[in-house]
T-cell receptor
Framework: NAGVMQNPRHLVRRRGQEARLRCSPM?????VYWYRQLPEEGLKFMVY????????ESGMPKERFSAEFPKEGPSILRIQQVVRGDSAAYFC?????????????FGSGTRLTVV | GEDVEQSLFLSVREGDSSVINCTYT??????LYWYKQEPGAGLQLLTY?????DMKQDQRLTVLLNKKDKHLSLRIADTQTGDSAIYFC??????????????FGSGTQLTVLP
């Protein structure tokens, strides 16, 4: 079981470009969560998805950010027209279908730097 | 909204005990967690406690929960240099549309001195 896989580990984008962050959940996990960690801060919830369905996107910025979790393939967090303030570590977590009380399994994160 | 607070820094000597404290505001919190983050890495779940418990022990780790004061602590016995990391407190609660949302504190940087 390879765990939650995120790629790329590091991503550098110029202002105005698009960033695409990928997350492959653990085998058997059908729920994915995206969190953002700004420098020297804790993680902030962004979005919670099941396959082909966004369950809760209350933490997503209203513009430029979108997320999907298709039937096949990884979950994608997409940031259009990146700005310096988007520089952060983006973490993905996954959990199985039943309610899990044991916390989620996090990936190692993608560190986005906007130059 | 929910809020989780932690002190930012803690330094201890190798072999001593470390106590990391956390307070939270949401009285409907169901589970509380401690995560460890090493430099450049993701979050590793260390331990968790259900809100109707007051203590949980797991090897060198002891979690104490004072539900009345909404205070959570993590005690690491015989702290080692490998314990140096950032420790995050987090709570989860049931809310409409988001049964499993975690709210994190800002993290406590633990430095273990030789």
């Amino acid at each position: 079981n390879a765990g939650v896989m995120q790629n790329p580990r590091h991503l550098v984008r110029r202002r105005g470009q698009e960033a695409r962050l990928r997350c492959s959940p653990m085998k058997g996990h059908s729920h994915v969560y995206w969190y953002r960690q700004l420098p020297e801060e804790g993680l902030k919830f962004m979005v919670y998805l099941q396959k082909e369905n966004i369950i809760d996107e209350s933490g997503m910025p209203k513009e430029r950010f979108s997320a999907e979790f298709p039937k096949e393939g990884p979950s994608i967090l997409r940031i259009q027209q990146v700005v310096r303030g988007d520089s952060a570590a983006y973490f993905c977590a996954s959990s199985p279908p039943l309610v899990s009380n044991y916390g989620y399994t996090f990936g190692s994160g993608t560190r986005l730097t906007v130059v | 909204g929910e809020d989780v607070e932690q002190s930012l820094f803690l330094s201890v000597r190798e072999g001593d005990s470390s106590v990391i404290n956390c307070t939270y505001t949401d009285s409907s919190s169901t589970y509380l967690y401690w995560y460890k983050q090493e430099p450049g890495a993701g979050l590793q779940l260390l331990t968790y406690i259900f809100s109707n418990m007051d203590m949980k022990q797991d090897q060198r780790l002891t979690v104490l929960l004072n539900k009345k004061d909404k205070h959570l602590s993590l005690r690491i016995a015989d702290t080692q240099t490998g314990d140096s990391a950032i420790y995050f407190c987090a709570e989860s609660h049931l809310s409409s549309g988001s049964a499993r949302q975690l709210t994190f504190g800002s993290g406590t940087q633990l430095t273990v001195l030789p």
